[in-house]
């Protein structure tokens, strides 16, 4: 069954930059539309990017629009996600998830796997 696992999270300065990863195993991650996930405490998780199984669709929640870019390396069978210009409010844990189309980005519960989450934090 699909696995997957994000990495790359960390302590940042406001301005700062770093790279997400949600890498795959058990099954190839080509044919999922993946998306990255945040929530931040007592908050609901919501939508930051996904991209379609053919890497050739992506979207982006307002918030991340021009700061963040959602890529996809299939010969490694993972999933990038690259924060620039980060801002205290990105502070969350962030998660991939892996679902059949780009829905999964309007209706995260219906994403099919979950990574465990890594943290990000933004702040002086």
């Known amino acids: 069954q699909l696995q997957l696992v994000e990495s790359g999270g960390g302590l940042v300065q406001p301005g700062g930059s770093l790279r997400l990863s949600c890498t795959a195993s058990g099954a190839a991650l080509d044919p999922y539309a993946i998306g990255w996930f945040r929530q931040a405490p007592g908050n609901e998780r919501e939508a930051v990017s996904c991209?379609?199984?053919?890497?050739?669709?992506?979207n982006y929640a307002d918030s991340a629009k021009g700061r963040f870019t959602i890529s996809r390396d299939k010969a490694n069978n993972t999933v990038y996600l690259q924060m620039d210009s980060l801002k205290p409010e990105d502070t969350a844990v962030y998660y991939c998830g892996a679902g059949n189309n780009l829905i999964i980005c309007s209706y995260p519960d219906v994403t099919d796997y979950w990574g465990q989450g890594t943290q990000v934090t933004v702040s002086l």
């Open positions: 991209i379609s199984p053919s890497g050739r669709s992506t």
